[in-house]
């Protein structure tokens, strides 16, 4: 069974850091499309950024210069280092990974930036 497990989360000030990550089972993800995603209350889910095959990242314009999404293949895992986080980066985190043309989800960590 495929799972994506992400953990991490949790409550800040404006201007903190955080890293939060998505270790997955089941299956190698090392090579495979990863993102993250946020959902903020009363909001649509979001696209936050993403790696690819070859280690490439993308990332959203609200996030970019703050956000840094990596991974380390011996612990199959995906991490998302947010600095100088701002109180609209609150939500919950949900990260996805694609193997073999099928999405899989996390269950979502949530992070809360507030003075």
């Known amino acids: 069974q495929v799972l994506l497990q992400e953990s991490g989360g949790g409550a800040v000030q404006p201007g903190e850091s955080l890293r939060i990550s998505c270790a997955a089972s089941g299956s190698s993800f090392s090579t495979a499309y990863m993102g993250w995603y946020r959902q903020a209350p009363g909001q649509e889910r979001e696209w936050v950024g993403r790696?690819?095959?070859?280690?490439?990242?993308q990332y959203a314009d609200s996030v970019k210069g703050r956000f840094t999404i990596s991974r380390d293949s011996a612990k199959n895992t995906l991490y998302l280092q947010m600095n100088n986080l701002i109180p609209e980066d609150t939500g919950v985190y949900y990260c996805d990974g694609i193997k073999r043309g099928r999405t899989y989800w996390g269950q979502g960590t949530q992070v809360i930036v507030s003075s």
């Open positions: 790696i690819i095959p070859n280690g490439d990242t």
